[in-house]
């Protein structure tokens, strides 16, 4: 058990439609991730967020969008879905932002879309 | 932009034979971090390699990281069933916690 908690760990939904997934960071990490995982393309990653604000950025698309709460939690809203937006989507978090820190990821969500 | 890519993709050994999967940067990289994904589970942190031509070993694992730091290697000695799983390096090339994964090298051992 990583101490990453992701919320919920499969979700079915069909196109067009809008998910929000929701992740918790280990006690004491700032700083939290977004991947998403699919069998062509890997771990892909699309954002980072260190202690509430945007830190880096990859390849997100423009329906996707994510934000970090005060209290650290985070998460990642998915809209205008797709049949390729279905993948596994890890969050990860580390201590600092610096990526000098390893990360610790989540168990995942699984995201279908039909 | 900033790629990293990872061979061999698939990997299957006999228990006991030794196995490498091999990292490459299209720039210099900061430091290297690899990771194991367990079939069904998630990345899970294995080490993080910082200075030029660092080596790095943990049991039967041995990592290293290239001279000009734009390529790494695990190697395993003498596989067993435990090692099954896909090995992941990521290369951070900037001040951020950015890290850009290769493809992974997804290891099969049969006993």
């Known amino acids: 058990d990583s101490g990453v908690t992701q919320t919920p760990k499969h979700l079915i939904t069909a196109t067009g439609q809008r998910v929000t997934l929701r992740c918790s960071p280990r006690?004491?990490?700032?700083?939290v991730y977004w991947y998403q995982q699919s069998l062509d393309q890997g771990l892909q990653f699309l954002i980072q967020y260190y202690n509430g604000e945007e830190r880096a950025k990859g390849n997100i698309l423009e329906r996707f969008s994510a934000q970090q709460f005060p209290d650290l939690h985070s998460e990642l809203n998915l809209s205008s879905l797709e049949l390729g937006d279905s993948a596994l989507y890890f969050c990860?978090?580390?201590?600092?932002?610096?990526?000098?820190?390893?990360?610790?990821f989540g168990p995942g969500t699984r995201l279908t879309v039909t | 932009g900033q790629q990293v890519m990872q061979i061999p993709q698939y990997q299957h050994v006999q228990e006991g034979e030794d196995f490498t999967t091999y990292c490459n940067s299209s720039?210099?990289?900061?430091?290297i971090q690899w990771y194991k994904q367990r079939p069904g589970g998630h990345p899970v942190f294995l080490i993080q390699?910082?200075?030029?031509?660092e080596v790095k070993k943990q049991k039967r694992l041995t990592f290293q990281f290239g001279e000009a730091k734009k390529n790494s290697s695990l190697h395993i000695t003498a596989t067993q069933t435990t090692d099954v799983g896909t090995y992941f390096c990521?290369?951070?090339?900037?001040?951020?916690?950015?890290?850009?994964f290769g493809q992974g090298t997804t290891l099969q051992v049969k006993p």
């Open positions: 006690s004491g990490d700032l700083s």
């Open positions: 990521a290369g951070r090339s900037g001040n951020t916690g950015k890290l850009i």
């Open positions: 990860a978090s580390s201590r600092l932002g610096t990526g000098d820190y390893e990360q610790y």
């Open positions: 390699l910082v200075k030029s031509g």
């Open positions: 720039t210099t990289l900061s430091n």
